[in-house]
């Protein structure tokens, strides 16, 4: 669905230019539920927005859903936005409508007319979960509620993409897990490929797949042990075993070979001071240690 190659965007301003993403890798399945997360200002938004044709990308190579978002043409984005990607964001306020009931902001997209648009409406948000709150102004609704109005008008004209940048961020705990179940049941049920991007560790842990950026680029990838389900059914049946992370942590590579080392794991072996390391190859491992006195 999504094919990232040595993606650098750019934003230039009168003065300065920031390398917003610079020379990202990312590959992403049909139907895939994965994660992004990273510290603010490491270009997660920038990503989503290249990703939804919201804005285009500096140099590298995108293609999203077999289109090459920087060959696309002015039309030709318009049409993929309308067509192919839904978007949730986390201020609903870029979403909804607040002196229209949940019906009428779902009917406001959908590309029918009459009776059909409102039945397709009633039938988006049955899917959210929400058919019982239609008639309702949205500044009657909580913020979850909200928030999956929000969720059926992405899914109005029947997008292959949605992305969703932290969707839980201005809700509670146990409302972001209910929005991330309504994902994860979209995702099965439509065969969904879904992009989150969170701060919330907690919840990036309920997915398969979580990448991890700095500085513009991928610097790690967590993958679950076991799908989500399983973990699900094991749990029920009682068989969990305690204390097992659920994810194993990956470093990514790039085509280069080059490697991002966290700063944290250089201070530990008391890499300070110097640009150094040395760099061997061990019994079917490469050791890092600091390099030796003077160097
Ligand atoms: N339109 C813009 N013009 C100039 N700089 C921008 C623009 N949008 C983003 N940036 C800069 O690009 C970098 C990446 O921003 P981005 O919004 O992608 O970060 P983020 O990971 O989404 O952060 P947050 O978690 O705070 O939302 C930041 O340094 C930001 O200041
Ligand atoms: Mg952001």
Redesign the pocket.
């Known amino acids: 669905m999504i094919h990232c190659d040595g993606l650098v965007k750019i934003?230039k301003?009168s003065d300065l230019e920031?390398f917003?993403l610079q020379g990202l890798d990312l590959t992403v399945e049909t139907g895939e539920l994965m994660a992004i997360i990273?510290?603010?200002?490491?270009?997660?938004?920038?990503?989503l927005n290249m990703l939804g044709g919201l804005d285009r990308p500096t140099a590298g190579h995108l293609t999203v859903d077999g289109k090459d978002m920087l060959k696309m043409k002015e039309a030709e984005l318009v049409r993929y936005k309308r067509e192919s990607v839904g978007f949730v964001w986390q201020n609903n306020a870029r979403n909804l409508i607040p002196y229209l009931t949940a019906l009428e902001n779902v009917e406001l997209p959908i590309l029918l007319t009459g009776r059909r648009r409102r039945l397709r409406a009633l039938e988006l948000l049955e899917a959210v979960g929400l058919a019982h709150r239609a008639r309702n102004k949205l500044h009657q609704l909580s913020g979850g509620e909200q928030q999956r109005v929000a969720i059926a008008i992405a899914l109005a004209n029947q997008p292959r993409l949605l992305l969703a940048d932290?969707p839980t961020g201005s809700v509670d705990s146990r409302m972001a897990e209910q929005i991330l179940d309504l994902f994860r049941e979209l995702n099965r049920q439509l065969n969904l490929t879904i992009v989150i991007?969170t701060?919330d560790p907690l919840l990036a842990k309920k997915v398969d797949r979580v990448v991890a950026?700095r500085d513009g680029k991928i610097s790690s990838e967590m993958l679950r042990r076991k799908s989500y389900d399983e973990e699900l059914r094991e749990l029920e049946a009682g068989l969990a075993q305690e204390g097992t992370p659920s994810h194993v942590e990956y470093a990514i590579l790039d085509k280069a070979g080059r490697l991002q080392v966290p700063a944290d794991y250089l201070q530990a072996i008391g890499i300070k001071d110097t640009n150094k390391v040395k760099l061997e190859l061990g019994d079917a491992k490469i050791v890092l240690t600091p390099p030796d006195e003077g160097a």
């Open positions: 934003y301003t920031v917003a990273g510290n603010s200002g490491s270009g997660k938004s920038t990503l932290e991007v701060h950026i």
